[in-house]
């Protein structure tokens, strides 16, 4: 299969409502293609405290597969020349899905469309690796009006477990906590912690700055509500993917600002660090899947009221006050327009005197790294989070 493609991918990433949890569940024996899967996937209640909220691509599994290694069946892509091999398998299922570019689409037909973390199961069954053994409960509550979160508490513990407030990716228009359980699910059993995901509003219903203040108010939710989920209010770090990570890190700084307790850590994963779309990751990557420079001006010009937002440090962290955040790990990842902006903001915090770990996964494409069942830099990666966090909040 040829996967250069005459038009850009852009951010094909969200599926239907619990796809990225029950699909793998149900499809690990009777593999459903993906158009079969997006018809039949059991959609559980968000309510339920259920391993239906599991991860597809938790740690569990290595990289190779149970009975079969992962392993692509094409050349590699133009953009992509230095593509690991798992990681271009997987580029090859999200290919199959034939998704449309985001700047084709409506927001909400963007979120009918098969994701990354799809593609990543697709493989997982076409390399017949098994569901890994679920050892978190979950559970979703209301935080407040208009945002909830499913909350992951490891199996057979009295607590007081340490906490991650967790915000998932998706360019603050599309995505879901089911989209990337897969991170979350991981989070919590390696670290053992209690993780906190939340589900804030997004554009272009609710525009900038609305996912940021719901980000920081869930973060306040959880410093008083800690006790009540089993965690410990004074061990609580944040962590982020994308569109999460800025999230994540406006958190630190909103904190800082209003006096309120700062966060122990803060693990970055790729994150929205800046608005200049001419950087050279930027230019680098106007083909790339799952997401590529239209893709992110798609999802800019849906989250801003005007472009004068993309100036405002809340979206163009690299321009941002650092000075006096929590010690960070910056994830990033090789085939990704945020590449730069990440590099910037890791030396930008360390210039204002912030601890930071930079990690870059070469032959990586954004969106890697809740694929460690598939990819190994994503296993990797996930170790480098956990043994961080570990770190602080021991």
């Known amino acids: 299969m040829k996967l250069s493609s005459t038009r850009p991918l852009a951010f094909a990433w969200l599926a239907a409502p619990a796809l990225a949890s029950s699909l793998f569940l149900a499809s690990c024996n009777s593999q459903p293609t993906a158009t079969e899967a997006d018809k039949t996937a059991t959609v559980v209640s968000e309510d339920t405290n259920a391993a239906s909220d ?21 050349p590699k892509p133009a953009w992509g020349p230095n593509l690991k091999p798992e990681m271009q398998a997987v580029i090859e299922q999200l290919m199959s899905f034939n998704n449309k570019p985001l700047p084709e689409l409506t927001a909400a037909q963007a979120r009918k469309q098969p994701s990354a973390a799809d593609a990543a199961m697709k493989q997982m069954r076409a390399s017949n690796i098994p569901a890994p053994p679920l050892n978190c ?6 935080l407040m009006p208009g945002v909830k979160a499913r909350i992951y508490t490891p199996k057979g513990g009295a607590g007081s477990y340490p906490v991650i407030v967790y915000y998932h990716g998706g360019g603050w228009v599309i995505a879901t906590n089911d989209t990337y359980a897969a991170s979350a699910q991981a989070l919590c059993e390696q670290v053992g912690a209690v993780v906190v995901s939340v589900e804030y509003r997004k554009g272009p219903e609710h525009k900038f700055p609305t996912a940021h203040d719901d980000a920081f108010a869930a973060y306040q939710y959880v410093l008083k509500n800690a006790a009540s989920m089993k965690g410990d209010p004074n061990k609580v770090a944040v962590v982020g993917e994308s569109a999460g990570g800025n999230l994540a890190c406006n958190v630190s700084i909103m904190a800082r600002d209003k006096k309120v307790a700062l966060p122990k850590y803060q693990v970055l994963v790729y994150p929205i660090a800046g608005s200049d779309t001419n950087t050279p990751s930027y230019q680098a990557n106007t083909q790339t899947a799952p997401l590529n420079k239209g893709g992110m001006e798609w999802f800019f010009k849906n989250y801003q009221r005007t472009p004068a937002d993309l100036k405002d440090p809340r979206i163009n962290l690299v321009a941002a006050n650092l000075k006096g955040l929590e010690p960070t790990t910056i994830i990033a990842a090789d085939y990704d327009p945020l590449k730069s902006e990440g590099k910037t903001l890791a030396d930008k915090l360390t210039a204002a005197g912030v601890k930071t770990n930079y990690k870059l996964y070469d032959g990586t494409t954004h969106e890697f790294f809740g694929m460690a069942a598939v990819v190994p830099e994503a296993k990797d990666a996930q170790g480098v989070a956990v043994s961080d966090l570990k770190g602080a909040l021991k």
């Open 54 to 74: 599991s991860s597809a691509v938790t740690a569990k599994a290595d990289s190779t597969g149970a009975t079969g290694a992962v392993k692509p069946t094409g």
């Open 137 to 142: 409960d979950t559970v979703t509550k209301a």
